[in-house]
């Protein structure tokens, strides 16, 4: 049975599942695995756990080999130079008042070149900075502009529910969000409840998005008259959850009704009114 380690290319970073394949790890061994960006050493972070049935369809790559001490030394190398050229990067920023804000700071392990990510509300003319950075560091500069929330996503935080960002923990690729989600969910459209912390709409409105739609053409519509066994009435809510509705009765009186209970549905007129 597959084993599956978590693992940190660095501190405090989001932490990427991984076949440990036939090597036995422990908490704290760095690690030779080949990423889409090349190979890079990592850090095992946690317990080696079996996979459920679903990691097989995730294909997780595997552990290439145990980490050299030369890999291990370029390593905590590549953490120190990132950490340098983040502080010099942020200084010249502030030096030069350019309009961007630095979100991180990523050396390939081969130190071939060094990417810095930013995020900006327009174009920034940061050829200046990149001829600083090349001049302090001798290395090839790569400046990569990013979106808030993929800057959420590099930085990581706690949501309003008390747990990590779903963008930094399993999150791979961002979907649309609308407000049209948090219409059709009943919740409040105050911005402070319903935006995370990129100041985006918060993606995990979209995660029962797809039960809502499916159980509201079971129901009938806001406004509607309907004929039930406690009498006629209108439907004045519609309670997802509870797969019912809410109808205020001819009576004066509400009662919540399921979709099986009611005998007729309009277009037709209340009683005794006539236009």
């Given at each position: 049975m597959n084993r599956i380690v978590g693992i940190q290319f660095?501190?405090?970073g989001k932490v990427y599942d991984f076949d440990s394949g036939h090597f036995v790890l422990s908490k704290g061994d760095k690690v030779m695995v080949i990423t889409e960006k090349g190979p890079?050493?990592?850090c095992v972070c946690t317990e080696a756990k079996n996979a459920p049935q679903s990691a097989a369809e995730r294909s997780l790559k595997k552990v290439f080999r145990l980490a050299t001490a030369d890999e291990v030394d370029q390593y905590e190398k590549s953490c120190r130079v990132e950490d340098d050229v983040y502080s010099f990067?942020?200084?010249r920023i502030k030096d030069r008042s350019l309009p961007m804000?630095?979100?991180a700071v990523e050396r390939r392990f081969d130190g071939s070149k060094i990417v810095v990510y930013f995020t900006a509300d327009g174009r920034v003319d940061f050829r200046a900075l990149v001829k600083d950075l090349v001049r302090q560091f001798r290395t090839r500069i790569e400046m990569r502009q990013i979106g808030v929330?993929?800057?959420a996503k590099m930085v990581g935080g706690l949501g309003i529910c008390g747990r990590p960002l779903c963008c930094a923990t399993y999150m791979n690729n961002f979907a649309p969000v609308t407000i049209k989600m948090a219409k059709e969910q009943f919740l409040s459209?105050?911005?402070g409840k319903i935006s995370g912390m990129c100041g985006r709409l918060m993606c995990c409105l979209g995660y029962e998005h797809g039960y809502y739609e499916k159980i509201k053409k079971t129901l009938?519509?806001?406004?509607?008259r309907v004929v039930t066994r406690q009498g006629e009435g209108k439907v004045v809510r519609q309670n997802v959850l509870r797969e019912n509705v809410t109808v205020s009765l001819d009576s004066g009186e509400e009662a919540e009704i399921r979709p099986s209970d009611i005998i007729k549905a309009g277009p037709f007129k209340k009683k005794g009114v006539n236009h």
């Open positions: 660095r501190n405090q890079a050493v990592g990067c942020y200084r804000c630095l979100v929330r993929h800057q459209l105050n911005p009938p519509k806001i406004g509607k």
